[in-house]
């Protein structure tokens, strides 16, 4: 059974024995609304660590003032199910209090040109309000692997950052991307498209397939690839594109001819509801 | 015999060990051009600690542009041989790339009344790139205890928040500011001074003993204490005042009368070489 534990106390009473016998602790930071994305996740944590910790907590400084945090879905019974059924250790569950005990914040912030496109440009605090909860997590947890989604492609790319400049004794373990069948993209906000948003958002992995046949076959140039994708995805005459790009790894800087390792990333309203997506083209 | 060590890597091998079998690591961050108070410090890690690393390293990241890093006084070959004889174990002295492996820099920052007065004014990005450092060196050495001087008063009530905010599992030991003789507070700039300065500059620590006799009568009034202690300073001719202040502790609010712990912190410049002081009301 896994332990629902909600303060950093009870959390270092439950690790302090895996800490001083140097038990491998696998950290799986989460907001919750778990589905099989988190679940791929905490599996892989689970059978490469002694002890896996799954984090639900929803982040507030990661929301910016417009967007969901207060709609965002809260589903702690059914996440805790769900950890326990993927073998996590324990599911630590903090309050905001917990997690930001002073009246004003600190924060960690990386620069750069990988935080400063895509996602960045819509949700500018984004970011930092991950860095900064990541960071803190990694502190109160202390990791010896922490597992992130492929699905969160600049985050990644931004955490790897944060991790490499401030030297966190932590490693990386980054996993694939979980699609339904008919492949859209897992993600607790799928919970917020009506059906026919639903069936719409299916042009989203359908231009990525497409950039990746195209890619395949040979073609490189950025603006070919990317006006095929938007043109697949405005098929849909529901879909509010906020980005289609494709950048170089691993700071995201503008190409015009894919030459090493790209990322392919959009972000496209369906409704109010934003959903992002991404391929790898190597 | 002290060891000397430049890169990462040497510094984990050498301390590997001390992980694994749980040894107590003190770690006192300085930027080189030890005194007797950086003395101090280093002597109380030794005690208190198995292993004691001294950092050296003039961090770019918390001057500002026209302050005074390029001439900051670097004595490495000094520095190690105090360092040895206050029985530290290891000296650690990266370069900046080491310490800055990206492009892009990356930052921590404490928010809030406490990063805002003070040297803050007039030092908009200092306590920015003192955090930022000193989070990379705990991660670094991840030493159970760090040194600081109370000389530096505000660093250590930010880094105490930074400590805070992100659950940083380090104890944080600050110790009492070294005089010389006739009272001026230790510090690598002392170095700058002229004599005819180095001699003006004991008003600085004359004001701060009168306010402190003061305060044991009974004056809690701060506008009345900081008149009095400006009239000492401003004694000397060349001594150009920064900011006399005293101020609540530990968010360094603002303050009419003193009721609780309050701290009076002076900064002033003798020629172009800028002095800190202060001490604790309570």
């Given at each position: 059974m896994v332990k629902c534990i909600t303060t950093i106390e009870q959390l270092h009473a439950e690790l302090n024995q895996a800490y001083l016998d140097h038990k491998t602790i696998g950290l799986v930071p989460t907001m919750g609304a778990l589905h099989q994305g988190h679940a791929s996740l905490i599996q892989a944590s689970s059978k490469e660590n002694d002890i896996t910790v799954v984090s639900v907590f929803v982040n507030?400084?990661?929301?910016?003032?417009?967007?969901?945090f207060d709609k965002y879905p809260r589903t702690l019974e059914a996440d805790l199910k769900l950890a326990a059924n993927n073998n996590a250790t324990i599911v630590f569950a903090p309050d905001i209090d917990t997690l930001y005990p002073s009246k004003d914040p600190s924060y960690l912030e990386v620069l750069g040109n990988v935080s400063e496109v895509l996602c960045a440009k819509s949700r500018p605090i984004h970011f930092r309000g991950v860095c900064t909860i990541v960071a803190k997590l990694f502190n109160v947890v202390r990791p010896t692997r922490a597992y992130f989604g492929q699905k969160d492609a600049q985050q990644v790319l931004i955490i790897k950052r944060m991790v490499k400049d401030f030297f966190i004794p932590v490693e990386l373990r980054v996993m694939p991307i979980i699609r339904e069948q008919d492949g859209l993209a897992l993600s607790s906000?799928?919970?917020?498209?009506?059906n026919e948003q639903r069936t719409q958002a299916l042009v989203l992995s359908q231009s990525l397939k497409h950039v990746a046949n195209r890619f395949a076959q040979g073609e490189r140039n950025v603006k070919t690839l990317v006006s095929e994708a938007r043109k697949i995805i405005e098929q849909s005459p529901i879909a509010k594109i906020d980005y289609v790009e494709i950048l170089a790894l691993d700071e995201l800087e503008a190409i015009?001819?894919?030459?090493n390792k790209a990322l392919m990333a959009l972000a496209v309203y369906f409704g109010s509801t934003r959903l992002i997506d991404n391929i790898i083209l190597e």
């Open positions: 507030p400084t990661q929301f910016g003032p417009n967007e969901d906000r799928n919970k917020y498209l009506t015009d001819t894919i030459e």
